[in-house]
């Protein structure tokens, strides 16, 4: 399975959105909780250049928030990307 890092919050439905579609690819990940962490917000906006959550990578490659996580489903092009980023 490839490294997957989800920056989210615990009220954020969209961290749980992008979870779900995760959960039902059977990918596992990491949740990176980071409200009420000023240097953990710090560190997500410095790694993905986005203020928002979530913010999700998977292996090196940043994917965005949960829009662009469901668009790359749409498109055909998740399931490539967690293969490729794979063990």
């Known amino acids: 399975m490839?490294?997957?890092n989800i920056y989210c919050t615990h009220t954020c439905p969209y961290c749980r959105m992008a979870e779900a579609l995760l959960d039902k690819k059977g990918d596992k990940y990491e949740?990176?909780?980071i409200d009420g962490d000023t240097a953990g917000w710090k560190a997500m906006e410095e790694r993905s250049q986005r203020r928002t959550v979530p913010q999700i990578f998977i292996g090196d490659t940043h994917v965005g928030?949960?829009?662009d996580l469901s668009a790359l489903n749409a498109a055909g092009k998740l399931d490539a990307l967690l293969e490729i980023t794979s063990d």
């Open 65 to 67: 928030g949960f829009d």
């Open 31 to 33: 949740k990176i909780f």
């Open 2 to 4: 490839p490294n997957i």
